[in-house]
């Protein structure tokens, strides 16, 4: 029987321009309320130290109703969000003691002043957003042509809605239609409102026939190996993926910046003040988009380097490495990664990814030296591999069902030798258009796309190592 996988998407929609000044009154009314109604919760949370249950909420529930003048329903909502800000918080905490327990030196100044803030520690002046469930209101469809989709909410006065007309472009629309429309919240930013549309849809699970094991980089943004049961890999079961045209475009902003920064021309900066974070977003949405076309009938486990930016802390004699690490957006590949696959029901999963360069693939011994940053030498087994490569056979390792059955377990051999073995015997590249690592100008992200085929041919030129 063929599961499928649930996929929890939330689309933000803006209100419509046609939105009266009347409404936009009774929509700020409302959510300043609601802010209210969040901040008394959390205030009660702090004060008697509530765990968040059914009881503890029926214990104040009369109280905050009177204070706020809010309907039974959003008063429960506001419990919800007050509820959820106070778990993060001792989440946060309790991690956050478990390292101060056990660190010393310098890392311990770095970690006292990264202490985690309460709920509401800088005030109540920013508007926290309440998920309103069909209890409050819905989103639906309209018979009005202006606008094809409404939300209909709950006022402050009891037994009248209001209908604020949506504005959705083509991508809401095909979102919207997938799957069921389970609650939403109305958010202010910047002076505008927007509806965020919680969509839930299944989509058909792949059958899995393969593991293909992604390790995340700071010069390399993807090495993958794909490995399949009692199968050697193939060419081109290996790739290395570089950034080499998001750090083009990020470090061509950057100058630009700089120059108005210098000439001291503030209008121009103000317009392009979040351009750099949705151009880094763009290139690794992209980068997402490309592991998950690529990884049809794969279970796809990818490398979590956990906290490692916290660990580069200031005054390690590491600056360059701080430097490269402040501009690594690791977390957000995993989840965009995560997304992509899920939309197209491949599985996922996000391991900690700790000694697995350091780790020799072959025998599992880690007396190993990295010969500079991208070769790995084993000194039991005299391996010489691609230390990125090693890292994504590692991490998928941990979720195949037999031990690894490698070429390199008969014969001590470069990676490069390995290669050329099996680009002799391996079948036509695809024809699809991640699966080819030449450039076109039709597709742009194939730039930054390598086989390893390719990519590994720098280790062929290393092969004077074994000789020293």
């Keep these: 029987m063929m599961f ?20 936009l009154s009774i929509l700020d009314k409302l959510t300043a309320r609601t802010r209210y109604g969040v901040w008394l919760w959390s205030k009660i949370f702090e004060d008697h130290k509530l765990k ?86 819905t989103v639906e469809k309209s018979g009005i042509r202006l606008c094809p989709y409404v939300a209909r909410v709950s006022t402050l006065r009891k037994g009248v809605k209001l209908t604020v007309p949506l504005n959705p472009a083509k991508y809401h629309l095909d979102l919207l239609s997938k799957g069921k429309l389970k609650s939403f919240q109305i958010v202010k ?53 570089r950034d080499g045209l998001k750090r083009d475009s990020l470090n061509r902003l950057n100058r630009r910046i700089a120059v108005l920064q210098q000439v001291r021309k503030w209008e121009p900066l103000k317009r392009i003040r979040r351009k750099r974070a949705h151009t880094a977003e763009y290139f690794d949405r992209i980068l997402a988009k490309a592991v998950a076309d690529t990884s049809s009938g794969c279970f796809v486990a990818i490398g979590y380097p956990k906290r490692i930016k916290y660990e580069s802390y200031k005054g390690n004699n590491k600056a360059f490495l701080r430097r490269l690490l402040a501009r690594w957006s690791y977390g957000r590949i995993i989840r965009y990664t995560q997304e992509e696959c899920t939309e197209r029901g491949i599985q996922t999963e996000a391991l900690k990814e700790q000694w697995s360069s350091m780790t020799c693939h072959r025998c599992g011994s880690r007396n190993t030296e990295r010969v500079g940053q991208s070769l790995l030498h084993c000194w039991n087994c005299e391996l010489w591999y691609n230390a990125d490569l090693n890292a994504a056979i590692n991490i998928e390792s941990c979720f195949l069902a037999t031990p690894l059955t490698r070429w390199a377990a008969v014969d001590s051999a470069y990676a490069g030798d390995e290669q050329a073995r099996e680009i002799a015997a391996c079948e036509p590249r695809s024809s699809h258009p991640f699966m080819d690592g030449s450039k076109s100008r039709r597709h742009p992200h194939r730039c930054f796309i390598r086989s390893s085929s390719r990519a590994l041919r720098s280790v062929e030129s290393d092969k004077y190592h074994q000789r020293i």
């Design 189 to 241: 930013r910047d002076g505008r409102y927007f509806v965020h549309v919680k969509v839930e849809y299944e989509v058909p699970n792949q059958p899995v026939h393969a593991v293909r094991g992604i390790d995340l980089g700071v010069k390399r943004s993807i090495a993958s190996v794909t490995l399949r049961p009692k199968q050697p890999p193939r060419s081109r079961d290996f790739w290395i993926i």
């Design 52 to 137: 968040g249950t059914y009881a503890d909420r029926a214990r104040f529930y009369e109280q905050v109703k009177a204070e706020s003048g809010l309907p039974s329903a959003m008063v429960q909502c506001c419990f919800d969000s007050a509820n959820w800000m106070w778990k993060g918080y001792r989440r946060e905490y309790g991690e956050w003691e478990r390292k101060l327990r056990r660190v010393k030196g310098k890392w311990l100044e770095k970690l006292l002043e990264r202490q985690p803030r309460k709920p509401y520690s800088k005030g109540i002046g920013r508007k926290v957003s309440v998920w309103f469930d069909y209890r409050i209101g």
């Design 4 to 23: 499928g996988l649930q996929v929890v998407k939330t689309v933000k929609i803006p209100i419509h321009y046609a939105l009266t000044k009347r409404k």
